[in-house]
C-alpha cells in the first residue's frame, strides 16, 4: 500500500512543480507579445481573415500542445519541463512522438500566431530571436543530459524522432 501513496504523492508534486513552472511558456507565448504588442491589431491585417484564421489555429494547436505536454510530464515523468526539476522518465508519449520538442515548437507556433492574427511581423521576429538561445540549450544542454540519464532508450528515440519538425507519423518505441 505505501508503493500506491508514494506514486500518488510523487504525481502530486509533480503536477504542482509542472504547473508552477508553466509561468515561463506563458511569459514567453503571452508577456512577451503583449508587451511588443500591447495586443494591438494592425489594420489592416496582412493576408486579412485567412491569416487571422491561421493564427488562430496556431495559437490553439500551440495552447493544446504546451498542456498536453506539461500533464504527461507530471503524469508519466513523475517531473516537470524544468531543467531544475527534470523528469525521472523519459516522455516519448503524446506529441513526444511526433517531435521531441513540441513546448518550444508550440511556444514558437503560438507567438507566430499572435503575428498573423495581429497582423504584427515584431512578433515573427521575436519567435526567430527566441528560437536562438532555445536551439542553444537543446544541443549544448538539454541533448546531452538527457543522453546521460537515459543512455540508450534516449539514443533511440533521438535518431527515431526529429527535434523541431514534426514527423507524419507518430514513433512506435520498439
Given at each position: 500500500m505505501r508503493a500506491s501513496g508514494d506514486a500518488t504523492?510523487?504525481?502530486r508534486l509533480a503536477?504542482?512543480?509542472?504547473?508552477?513552472?508553466?509561468?515561463?511558456p506563458a511569459t514567453?507565448?503571452?508577456?512577451?507579445?503583449?508587451?511588443?504588442t500591447r495586443w494591438k491589431v494592425q489594420e489592416p491585417v496582412p493576408g486579412g481573415l485567412v491569416a487571422q484564421c491561421?493564427?488562430?489555429?496556431?495559437?490553439g494547436a500551440g495552447t493544446a500542445v504546451i498542456t498536453?505536454?506539461?500533464?504527461?510530464?507530471?503524469?508519466?515523468?513523475?517531473?516537470?519541463?524544468?531543467?531544475?526539476?527534470?523528469?525521472?522518465?523519459?516522455v516519448v508519449s503524446g506529441?513526444?512522438?511526433?517531435?521531441?520538442?513540441?513546448i518550444y515548437v508550440a511556444i514558437g507556433s503560438a507567438v507566430t500566431g499572435q503575428g498573423l492574427l495581429l497582423g504584427q511581423p515584431r512578433l515573427f521576429v521575436l519567435a526567430?530571436?527566441?528560437?536562438?538561445?532555445?536551439?542553444?540549450?537543446?544541443?549544448?544542454?538539454?541533448?546531452?543530459?538527457?543522453?546521460?540519464?537515459?543512455?540508450a532508450e534516449y539514443e533511440d528515440y533521438r535518431a527515431s524522432v526529429p527535434r523541431w519538425l514534426p514527423r507524419f507519423t507518430p514513433w512506435r518505441q520498439g
Open positions: 504523492r510523487e504525481k503536477a504542482l512543480g509542472t504547473t508552477v513552472f508553466a509561468i515561463a514567453v507565448a503571452g508577456l512577451l507579445p503583449w508587451v511588443v491561421a493564427g488562430v489555429l496556431l495559437i498536453d505536454s506539461f500533464v504527461r510530464f507530471a503524469l508519466e515523468g513523475l517531473g516537470t519541463p524544468a531543467p531544475f526539476a527534470p523528469p525521472k522518465n523519459l506529441c513526444y512522438r511526433f517531435v521531441r520538442n513540441p526567430a530571436l527566441g528560437a536562438v538561445p532555445v536551439v542553444a540549450f537543446v544541443r549544448l544542454h538539454e541533448e546531452p543530459t538527457l543522453a546521460r540519464k537515459f543512455g
